[in-house]
């Protein structure tokens, strides 16, 4: 069975630091992993996949992620936070063209 | 090339009527997934098909609920005889036939449900 864990509901930055949004996975075999963006009263958005290329994967509006194995996991980062990135942000887990396996979601704000 | 379609966007019904949602997918895709979103959670899997077949509806409660995409036209998502508890957003997503892209799914805008 496949799962993910996102390590806090709620994560707050100033403008202009870093981002780190926790991903952690549990899959029997290798996973299709995936960050989505959802602005408010909004569909989701790919930031970016991995599809078991290379394990250092850039999206959209300079985000980034790091597929590591041993360590389950799949973080989000983007080293400069804008005000426009605030939204709720989504990591999920599938195989092929299998359904997407969703985490709870973690609320990122942005502080001048 | 327009993306996922959703009609309506917003929903509102009485408890004990039917809600009709429709998703129109991004033109080249065969595959359609219905998603709930309920307040203050992530995403849940509802249901997956191809047209005229019905691939996965594991996250399809059992009863009341029911999910169709034909040769021609949108998927319908048809909930009957709808509770307070079915209130929520739904989304759909589509994808092309496998082997072109590893399953990329584009979500439509959603249906936001409002049972009174």
């Known amino acids: 069975a496949q799962s993910v864990t996102q390590l806090g509901s709620h994560v707050s930055v100033s403008e202009g630091a870093l981002v780190l949004l926790r991903c952690n996975y549990s899959s029997s075999v290798p996973p299709y992993l995936f960050w989505y963006v959802q602005y408010p009263n909004q569909g989701l958005q790919l930031l970016l996949k991995y599809t078991s290329a290379a394990t250092l994967v850039k999206g959209i509006n300079g985000f980034e992620a790091e597929f590591k194995k041993s360590e389950t996991s799949f973080h989000l980062t983007k080293p400069s936070a804008h005000m426009s990135d605030a939204a709720e942000y989504f990591c999920a887990v599938s195989r092929d063209t299998d359904k997407l396996i969703f985490g709870t979601g973690t609320r990122l704000q942005v502080f001048p | 090339n327009a993306g996922v379609m959703q009609n309506p966007r917003h929903l509102v019904r009485r408890r004990g009527q039917e809600a009709r949602l429709r998703c129109s997918p991004m033109k080249g895709h065969s595959h359609v997934y219905w998603y709930r979103q309920l307040p203050e959670e992530g995403l849940k899997f509802m249901v997956y098909l191809q047209k005229e077949n019905i691939i996965d509806e594991s996250g399809m409660p059992k009863e009341r609920f029911s999910a169709e995409f034909p040769k021609e036209g949108p998927s319908i998502l048809r909930i009957q005889q709808v509770v307070r508890g079915d209130s929520a957003a739904y989304f759909c997503?589509?994808?092309?036939?496998?082997?072109?892209?590893?399953?990329?799914?584009?979500f439509g805008p959603g249906t936001r449900l409002t049972v009174l």
């Open positions: 997503a589509s994808s092309p036939p496998p082997g072109v892209r590893y399953n990329e799914q584009f």
